[in-house]
């Protein structure tokens, strides 16, 4: 794979592992991410170029992207995989939390897809990817900031994606389940299911280079049962929420085993 490949909050988790993967294909990466320390140790382990970037920032967005572009070459592919999860009752949620959570995951989105269009759309080619979340079709108690986040990328990848498919940039969002991440401290997987490692959203994204589509659950298995899900009556859906332990996972989990991720998280 001859691409250039930049990566956002790819220091550490799915971005890593994404990155690690993309390399094994041959690609040349660039990684960026809040924490610079992070980003550096991520950048020597895997031999490839690092940056320090806050997605928030549309100058440090600019910066990051202009960086990639002069040091490693033209942009090809963009993968929006920074985020953050704060869990807990929505009333008890500081609307602290609740801003940095929607510029990360909602604002940082957005803004790397216009910049990256900006980019690629004169040259006729080039893939954003958004890491979205099945989350952000699942509605979850204790998730509801976050569950709000994700379906805001996926519809915002959809509706860009349909904006701007003649020309010749693909715009596609990625709705990993429960993975193997710092992000999930403290939570319970739920019930019979088995959670995915970063791995398996890193070959998901590499697959998705390759042959690009508009949208990839991880594991596809859950993604058609979610599509499926979300036809039936809310008594159902909610019977479906309790069978798996969805009702309680993000209200009923080890705040102390949270602790450091929360810490990171509020900066
Ligand atoms: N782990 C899961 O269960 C899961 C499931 C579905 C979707 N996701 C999504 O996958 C993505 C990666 O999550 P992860 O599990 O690898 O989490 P993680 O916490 O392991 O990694 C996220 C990285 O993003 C960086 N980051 C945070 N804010 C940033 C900012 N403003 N600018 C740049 N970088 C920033 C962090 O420093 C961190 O290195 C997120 O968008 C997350 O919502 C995760």
């Known amino acids: 794979m001859s691409k250039v490949i930049a990566i956002t909050g790819a220091a550490r988790g799915i971005g890593f592992a994404t990155a690690r993967a993309l390399k094994a294909k041959g690609a040349t990466v660039a990684i960026g991410d809040i924490d610079e320390t992070a980003a550096k140790e991520a950048g020597e382990k895997l031999g490839v170029a690092a940056f320090t970037v806050d997605v928030t920032s ?4 600019t910066a990051f992207l202009d ?3 002069s040091e490693v070459g033209p942009l090809d592919v963009l993968v929006n995989n920074a985020g953050i ?3 807990g009752p ?3 949620e500081s609307d602290a939390d609740a801003r940095r959570c929607l510029d990360i995951n909602v604002h940082g989105v957005m803004l790397g897809t216009k910049l990256a269009l900006g980019r690629m759309t ?3 080619r080039g893939h954003i990817i958004n890491i979205a979340s099945l989350a952000g079709v699942l509605p979850t108690p204790g998730l509801a900031l976050y569950n709000a986040s994700k379906a805001a990328v996926i519809l915002f990848t959809d509706a860009t994606r349909l904006e701007v498919q003649s020309t010749g940039v693909h715009v596609s969002a990625v709705l990993p389940t429960f993975t193997n991440t710092e992000l999930i401290a403290g939570t319970q997987s739920p019930k019979g ?3 995915c490692e970063p791995e398996d959203i890193a070959a998901a994204v590499v697959e998705l280079i ?3 589509r508009p949208q990839v659950a991880v594991p596809r298995k859950l993604g058609r049962q979610a599509k499926l899900g979300a036809l039936f009556p809310d008594r159902f859906k909610q019977a479906i929420s309790r069978r798996y332990g969805l009702d309680k996972i993000f209200l009923e989990y080890d705040a102390d085993a949270r602790k450091s991720y929360d810490a990171r998280i509020r900066g």
């Open 67 to 69: 960086a990639v572009e």
């Open 90 to 92: 929505v009333t008890e």
């Open 193 to 195: 299911q088995k959670n």
């Open 85 to 87: 999860m704060p869990i």
């Open 122 to 124: 004169p040259r006729g």
């Open 210 to 212: 390759g042959t690009p």
């Open 58 to 61: 549309r100058d440090s967005f």
